[in-house]
C-alpha cells in the first residue's frame, strides 16, 4: 500500500505505508482516529498480528492526537509505551483511536485504544510524551 499523509515528511510516509495505513478517521485537537490495514505479511502463528504492529498502531494514533493539537513542531517523542493486549488482531481493517488524557506543553499522557471492524477491544495503550522542537530533534539524530 502506498499510503501519502499530506502534511507529514517522506519518511513519515513511509512509515505509514509500513503500518498499513488506510485513512486519518477523525482528527481534531488532542484526538484522532486512524484505520490502518493488517495483512498477512505483518501475522506470525497464522494469522495473529506481531505486537510490534499493534504497538506501532496505537502508538501512532496517540501521536496523530498530539500533532492535531499542537503542530509537527515540536515533535512528540515517546519517554514510556505500554500496551496491553486483549485479544489478537487479525488480518483486515484495524480502528486505532489516541487522545491527550493529560499534560501540559512538554510532558503530556496519552492513551489509545485498538479495536476490529466488528468493535472488539484488541488492546489498549499508555505513553508518556516529551515535546521537543524540531531543531532540538533534528540535532540530536545528527542532521
Not at 12 to 34: H, I, K, Q
Not at 45 to 66: E, L, R, T
Not at 99 to 123: N, V
Request: proline share 5%; with cysteine; charged share 15%.
Amino acid at each position: 500500500m502506498n499510503a501519502v499523509v499530506s502534511g507529514l515528511p517522506a519518511a513519515a510516509n513511509d512509515l505509514s505505508a509500513t503500518l498499513g495505513f488506510v485513512r486519518v478517521v477523525s482528527l481534531e485537537p488532542g484526538r484522532a482516529a486512524v484505520e490502518y490495514a493488517c495483512g498477512m505479511h505483518m501475522c506470525h502463528s497464522g494469522g495473529v498480528a506481531q505486537g510490534g504492529f499493534v504497538a506501532g498502531w496505537i502508538d501512532a494514533a496517540m501521536a496523530h492526537a498530539v500533532m492535531a493539537k499542537f503542530g509537527h513542531d515540536p515533535v512528540p517523542i515517546s519517554l514510556e509505551l505500554k500496551i496491553s493486549y486483549f485479544a489478537p488482531a487479525n488480518p483486515g481493517v484495524v480502528l486505532a483511536t489516541g487522545w491527550i488524557e493529560a499534560g501540559g506543553k512538554s510532558t503530556l499522557f496519552a492513551e489509545g485504544t485498538l479495536h476490529d471492524a466488528a468493535g472488539k477491544l484488541l488492546a489498549k495503550g499508555t505513553s508518556t510524551v516529551r515535546m521537543i522542537p524540531v531543531a532540538r530533534v533534528s540535532a540530536m539524530a545528527g542532521g
